[in-house]
């Protein structure tokens, strides 16, 4: 009897290592890397950062995952109203972003971006160091990563707030919901985290506006999507002091033109949307505890509302 087929379509070398641990953990399925020619008919389950255009081939298709936690890059319209698509909740791609967002956080803290423009300038000079209680942090988004973010930041002794599209409750933040509550939140940020998932609500949120919201001085970590900042408004924003320096893992389009000011600006610090990157072994871990969830009939994890956007 054949085994059932399940296709990855992403990075072939982080393949090769999910391959690997199926070959462990599930033998009973047979793990293929795209393309694949012939057989369609055994595929039950599809792994893919962005769906192939004719999923039509695959009749037996039971599930569909996205290799990243965020799905914006995923082309619904391919995807059959009826199949579930999962994105990606994994502990690996938690704690890369936790780390990230820390460096990020505690770079612009304590001036890094700063230090670097005098180093290059052989300019000796040092700045009054603030405590973590004077700085508020305020992260973007309270989903899998804002929250995770914000459990480690507390822990340093900044004042944490937090705001989404609905209400929470968390432990030692300030939650704020909707965007009634956006400005309260802006005005109390002295450092703004942007773990937002990139939809039609969310696409440019970044701008002038938002920026003349904050505190003057305040400072940017985006995290999210590129499609979130306004860059002309940032570049603005920077040259007259309204905000002191911002860290950008996210850009559009990635990379950025060659001559594009965000390479050379000297409170940008770039980088190449590495922020966090799914872990093959914690990854597969969580694929296979949903499709046996989804043999046993119970509920799945990360599923995407498809009328939300995330
Ligand atoms: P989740 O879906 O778990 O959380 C999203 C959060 O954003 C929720 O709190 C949600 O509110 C909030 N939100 C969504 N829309 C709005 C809105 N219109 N107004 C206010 N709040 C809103 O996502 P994750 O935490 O897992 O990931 C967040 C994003 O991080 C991803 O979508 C992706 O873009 C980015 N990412 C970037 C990576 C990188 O390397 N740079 C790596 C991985 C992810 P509510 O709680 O009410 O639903
Ligand atoms: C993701 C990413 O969304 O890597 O997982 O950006």
Not at 29 to 49: H, I, K, N, T
Not at 183 to 212: E, W
């Amino acid at each position: 009897m054949p085994r059932p087929i399940f296709l990855y379509k992403a990075d072939p070398v982080r393949g090769a290592e999910w391959a690997e641990c199926f070959e462990r953990k599930a033998p009973e399925l047979e793990f293929r890397q795209w393309p694949l020619d012939a057989e369609a008919e055994r595929v039950r389950y599809l792994a893919a950062w962005e769906p192939p255009q004719d999923l039509a081939r695959f009749p037996r298709l039971e599930l569909v995952f996205s290799v990243g936690a965020g799905i914006d890059q995923f082309d619904f319209a391919r995807v059959p109203p009826h199949l579930p698509v999962l994105r990606m909740v994994e502990p690996g791609i938690v704690d890369g972003m936790v780390e990230y967002a820390t460096l990020a956080v505690l770079a612009l803290h304590r001036d890094w971006p700063a230090y670097r423009e005098q180093q290059r300038d052989r300019r000796w000079e040092a700045h009054r160091v603030r405590t973590a209680a004077s700085r508020r942090v305020g992260v973007l988004g309270l989903g899998m990563l804002g929250r995770a973010v914000l459990d480690k930041l507390r822990g340093f002794g900044f004042p944490c707030a937090g705001w989404s599209r609905s209400a929470h409750t968390i432990d030692g933040v300030d939650c704020y919901a909707g965007p009634d509550a956006l400005p309260a939140f802006l005005a109390r940020t002295d450092i703004l985290v942007c773990l937002l998932p990139l939809t039609a609500a969310t696409r440019g949120i970044l701008d002038a506006r938002l920026f003349a919201a904050l505190p003057s001085g305040a400072a940017l970590v985006n995290c999210g999507r590129g499609g979130h900042l306004v860059q002309d408004d940032l570049l603005a924003a920077l040259d007259d002091g309204r905000l002191s320096a911002a860290v950008l893992d996210v850009c559009d389009p990635e990379p950025p033109a060659p001559g594009h000011p965000f390479w050379h600006h000297p409170r940008i610090v770039l980088t190449p949307h590495i922020a966090s990157m799914t872990q093959p072994g914690t990854a597969v871990d969580a694929v296979l505890d949903n499709i046996r969830r989804h043999r046993a009939g119970l509920a799945l994890t990360g599923v995407v509302e498809r009328q939300r956007g995330y």
